[in-house]
């Protein structure tokens, strides 16, 4: 198991890429690129289960780490994509610590929580490392939960004090939507917001997460503190670069 709660509550900087196509190719390159992780969405992306097999058993034993973000706070979908041999799960639209501490407990066997047990999946190797799996996924799983509205800022400390709660994570798109000021990053409402997030993570020895969409946005975000860090997404660049390499045509077409 590439377990990385540990390494990435320790690290000033964990870098991530955003896998939304549903492609096992993509996320083969995003290891090979040596992200410290790769978020595959089953909350906006193309994939499916079965697709979601194929982009986990393509890291293997690279030091990439997968992570999967869910549809929603709902414990049936974690012990699914959990039983696959991940290191993590995102959980969307947590918006107070209640809801918090149910993703938390949906993460863990008990008595901590309410994980299923299976004997024969991937994550212990279909029985061969039940044992240790069993003793370790508790405590090094890692479980982040998104901030994504004006409620979830306003609760950000109690969300973040949650035992089980390691990352906060923005989603900057909906947090915008949400505040009422789509799309505006510089707004000053969408800044505080970020100041708060990151306060709230500091004071419970949490870290603090963003999805961001370009490499000049990163400078600022280290130095706000925010250390789970995800720049890009695999759909993001293949578009960009089929626009930038069709438009290189237009001159030459009178």
Not at 24 to 37: G, I, N, P, Q, R
Not at 215 to 226: I, K, R, S, T, Y
Request: net charge negative.
């Amino acid at each position: 198991m590439n377990f990385i709660r540990k390494e990435a509550l320790n690290a000033k900087l964990f870098s991530g890429v955003w896998c939304n196509i549903g492609s096992s190719l993509t996320v083969e390159m995003a290891a090979l690129a040596k992200f410290d992780w790769v978020l595959i969405d089953l909350e906006h992306g193309s994939a499916d289960f079965e697709s979601l097999v194929h982009q986990v058993q393509v890291l293997g034993n690279r030091k990439t780490a997968p992570i999967v973000r869910i549809a929603w706070n709902d414990p049936p979908r974690f012990k699914r994509v959990l039983d696959l041999g991940i290191s993590g799960v995102m959980v969307p639209y947590i918006n107070t610590a209640e809801e918090a501490r149910q993703a938390a407990k949906s993460m863990r066997y008990p008595p901590e929580g309410m994980r299923g047990v299976a004997y024969l999946n991937r994550a212990t190797e279909f029985g061969k490392s039940f044992k240790e799996y069993f003793t370790e996924a508790n405590d090094n799983l890692i479980t982040i939960v998104q901030i994504e509205t004006q409620e979830a800022v306003k609760n950000a400390s109690e969300i973040a004090a949650v035992e089980g709660v390691d990352v906060l994570f923005v989603g900057p798109l909906d947090l915008s939507v949400n505040l009422g000021i789509p799309q505006q990053f510089d707004h000053p409402n969408f800044r505080e917001a970020l100041k708060n997030v990151v306060s709230a993570a500091r004071s419970n020895n949490k870290i603090a997460g963003i999805l961001l969409s370009r490499e000049e946005q990163l400078e600022a975000m280290v130095a706000d503190g925010f250390s789970f860090i995800a720049l890009g997404s695999d759909s993001g660049m293949v578009a960009a670069g089929m626009l930038r390499n069709a438009e290189a045509f237009r001159k030459y077409i009178k």
